[in-house]
């Protein structure tokens, strides 16, 4: 079983900066495992933002060049560095993986998610 904790958020002027965390536990945690941060609005679809394998990172592209994802060494926490947040960022982000190699695009591919992170932005 993995259990997925994320948080981090705030309230945050536009141009400013947030560091979510996501904290990953259980018996199998792995740094093999793919993590995922997706974020929704109310009345849309869950989407994705940004996701880490141990091959690469992928960036939606409303968010490539100013979001940056890391984990630590033992794929513990995986962080979503956010910076020139824009009101349009407003969301509740969660992380989510499927204990698989590789990064996916589709929520319905993951098993499992954190409780979620609220990130508002004002103008």
């Known amino acids: 079983q993995v259990r997925l904790s994320d948080s981090g958020g705030g309230f945050v002027r536009a141009g400013g900066s947030l560091r979510l965390s996501c904290e990953v536990s259980?018996?199998?945690?792995?740094?093999?495992?793919?993590i995922a941060w997706f974020r929704q609005v109310p009345e849309k679809e869950r989407e994705i933002v940004s996701c880490?394998?141990?091959?690469?990172?992928t960036y939606s592209d409303s968010v490539k060049g100013r979001f940056a994802i890391s984990r630590n060494k033992d794929g513990s926490t995986v962080f979503l560095q956010m910076n020139n947040l824009k009101p349009e960022d407003t969301a509740v982000y969660y992380c989510?993986?499927?204990?698989?190699?590789?990064?996916?695009?589709?929520?319905?591919?993951?098993?499992?998610w954190g409780q979620g992170t609220q990130v508002t932005v004002a103008s």
């Open positions: 989510a993986t499927d204990r698989a190699p590789a990064c996916e695009n589709d929520p319905g591919e993951f098993a499992y």
């Open positions: 259980g018996s199998t945690v792995s740094d093999m495992y793919a």
């Open positions: 880490i394998s141990m091959s690469r990172s």
